[in-house]
C-alpha cells in the first residue's frame, strides 16, 4: 500500500530524513516512533503531501506521490496533534465542510456523514459547537475530519494526547476498529497504546530507520536468547549450586531482590531452548521453591529506549540492556 524508497529531506545542511525506507502493507496498523528531532514529523509530512522529498520515492498504491500529488491526498486521511477544527461551526457544519473540500459528491455526502459520526461516536454532539466539546470529543471530530473523504489510509498523530484514561480507550479501540477497513500509520510518545493497537513498529532515529518489526520480535533480538526470570525462597549460593546442574543455562544474573526474603535472577539460554523444565527439576530436586518464573520480556519502551539510545552513547545492546530493564545487581554468576 504505502512504498518509501531511500526517502531523504534536507533543510539546508541539516538531514532531517536520511535513506529511510519501509513498506507498509494494506490493512495493517504500524506505530511510527521516534525521539523529538528524530525526523518522524518530516516524514509524516511528505507521506501526506505537505512536504516535498529531497530525493527519493513514495507510493501510495502504487502512485508516486510527485506524478500523482491530487490522487494520493485523496487516498490519505490525516489526524495532526492539534487537529485543525472551527471553533465557531457545529459538528454538522465543520465535517459537511470538510466534505466540501476533499470532493465529496452532494449526493453522497449526507449518508457519509451520518456513517462517519457514528463510527467515531459524535452523533450525540453533532449540533454543538465544537468550541463547547470535551477534548475527547474533539479529538473524534478530528478523526471524522480524517475519515471523510473515505480515505485507504490514515496517519494519526498523537491521536491520545491530553484524553484522560476512559478517553484514551474509547480512542484506542475505535483505531483497532478502524484498522478492519484502513492501512493505519499511528505515532505516539504514549508507548503502551503503540502496544496495545499495532502488531509491527517502525522507529526513526537521526533520521534513519533502526527497528522495523513486531514489539516481540524486537525484544527477542535486543536480549539475544531466552532469558527466564525466577523469584526464588532460597539463598544465591544455593540457587547458584542448583542451577549449575542445568547445562542449556549460558549465563545466569542476579537482580535486585523485589520480594523480602527472596532471591531474584535471570537465567539465560541459547536463542529458542526452552529451559523452564530443566529449570524446575533443578530447584525441585533441590528443595528450593519457585515463587515465580515467566519468560523475560522487554516492553516498548525499553525496545524503544535501547534502540534510540545505544548509538548515541556507544554502549552495545547489552550495556544499554542492563540500565533499562533488567536492574542488575552487581552479583553475577556463569
Known amino acids: 500500500m504505502i512504498e518509501v524508497t531511500n526517502l531523504v529531506r534536507r533543510y539546508g545542511p541539516h538531514i532531517a530524513v536520511d535513506r529511510a525506507s519501509f513498506t507498509i502493507e494494506k490493512g495493517e496498523i504500524v506505530g511510527f516512533l521516534g525521539p523529538n528531532g528524530a525526523g518522524k514529523s518530516t516524514t509524516m509530512n511528505i507521506l501526506t503531501g505537505y512536504l516535498s522529498p529531497t530525493e527519493g520515492t513514495i507510493k501510495v498504491d502504487g502512485q508516486d506521490i510527485l506524478e500523482y ?21 457545529t459538528v454538522t457544519e465543520y465535517l459537511s465542510f470538510a466534505g466540501e473540500i476533499k470532493g465529496v459528491p452532494s449526493g453522497e455526502k449526507k449518508e457519509r456523514l451520518n456513517r462517519i459520526m457514528e463510527t467515531v461516536g459524535v452523533n450525540d454532539v453533532s449540533k454543538r459547537l465544537i468550541k463547547n466539546l470535551s477534548k475527547g470529543y474533539k479529538q473524534r471530530v478530528g478523526l471524522a475530519q480524517a475519515m471523510i473523504g473515505d480515505p485507504q489510509v490514515l496517519i494519526l498523530d498523537e491521536p491520545t494526547a491530553g484524553l484522560d484514561p476512559t478517553q484514551i480507550r474509547e480512542i484506542r479501540s475505535l483505531i483497532s476498529e478502524l484498522g478492519k477497513d484502513h492501512t493505519v500509520i499511528l505515532s505516539s510518545h504514549i508507548l503502551p497504546e503503540v502496544s496495545a493497537v499495532c502488531k509491527r513498529v517502525l522507529i526513526i532515529n537521526r533520521g534513519r530507520i533502526v527497528a522495523d518489526d513486531s514489539p516481540e520480535n524486537l525484544a527477542r533480538r535486543i536480549l539475544g536468547g531466552s532469558h527466564i526470570h525466577l523469584r526464588l525462597d532460597a539463598a544465591e549460593e544455593a540457587v547458584s549450586a542448583a542451577l549449575k546442574k542445568v547445562s542449556q543455562i549460558k549465563k545466569l544474573e542476579f537482580l535486585e531482590p ?46 524503544f529506549f535501547n534502540l534510540t539510545t545505544k548509538e548515541e552513547s556507544g554502549t552495545s545492546t547489552e550495556t544499554s540492556l542492563h540500565e533499562t530493564s533488567l536492574k542488575k545487581s552487581p552479583k553475577e554468576e556463569k
Open 69 to 89: 500529488p491530487m490522487e494520493i491526498k485523496k487516498k490519505i486521511g490525516y489526524l495532526p496533534e492539534n487537529p485543525p477544527l472551527y471553533q465557531e461551526m
Open 258 to 303: 523485589q520480594e523480602s526474603g527472596s532471591v531474584e535472577a535471570v537465567a539465560e539460554a541459547e536463542e529458542d531452548i526452552d529451559i523452564r523444565r530443566d529449570l524446575f527439576r533443578a530447584l525441585a530436586a533441590a528443595d528450593i521453591p519457585i515463587l515465580m518464573m515467566r519468560s523475560l520480556d522487554l516492553s516498548l519502551e525499553d525496545i
